[in-house]
């Protein structure tokens, strides 16, 4: 084989899809409700974060949507309802759709959407197909381990381009080992992508790999969007000073930056300490001087 030949195998090895979605590596920002708002996605990205995820959306919400990181949207929701005008006005702004079949909340099961739809497998595929006649943007869902996981994998094969599976069950929420061997299973049932999440860290990151196509990170991301070029080996590094600048430029609540700083305190000696401080402030001022006076 040839200098030249091996260099193009090199590179086609460096092109990551999802549908028609190209992705410059395969580490992906997890969907998740707080943390994920647009000044934290937009650090991920700068990190090297392939394609971030905002929190669960209402096609119904009328919330102002920020969308310059060009992240997949993820839908919630039991019914068709407002989906497809939805996805019409937002659809040019994102790189993906998302539709959540995992959160394991009491407000989920109370509205019987996320992990607690599993039965209901016609509601599910009127939903998938509704998002499939609305976009050519390619579409993955989020599943949650269940006796019914593997069936509703192989029903939204037509419908999705990507599945992401976190393999632990809707009792043990976010705790306990996720089941890693599910997850193989569901990757051994389908033959599209499928996205792991649960418990990636920097340690196991390579070793999920070999066996999923890309991988969701999400505790570990919290407070930490350096993890993303940590993993790729580069030295980049931002902080919470990073953080205020964009979200003051997208003129965020002061609660949302307040819980920002809080998780930012992860990994440092005196976290305590400083998060002690952080719970009396009130202005977006005091949070910066207690966080760099604490470095």
Known sequence: MSVLERKQRVKEKRIYSIGRLRLKNRLLLSPMLEPNDIAFRLLCKKMGCSLTYTGMISPLSKQELFLDDKPAIQLFGNSDKGIKEFIKRY?????????????????????????????????????????????????????????????????????????????????????????????????????????YSGEVKKENVDKILQDFDFVFLGREAIGNPSIFSEILGKKKRVNFEDYVKLAEKYKLFFRQIKYQAMVFTKGRKNAKEIRRQLIGARTIEELKRIMKTNK
Request: glycine share 6%; with cysteine.
């Open 91 to 195: 659809d040019g702004k994102v790189s993906l759709w998302d539709f959540n079949l995992g959160c394991p909340s009491k407000l989920s099961n109370r509205l019987a959407h996320g992990a607690f739809m599993h039965d209901d497998l016609e509601s599910i595929e009127n939903i998938l197909k509704t998002m499939r006649e609305s976009t050519k943007k390619p579409i993955t869902i989020k599943l949650r381990k269940s006796p019914r996981a593997i069936e509703i994998a192989k029903l939204s094969e037509k419908y999705v381009d990507a599945i992401g599976i976190h393999p632990r069950t809707i009792k043990q929420g976010y705790s306990g080992n996720p089941d890693y061997n599910f997850a193989l299973e569901m990757k051994k049932a389908v033959s599209i992508p499928v996205i």
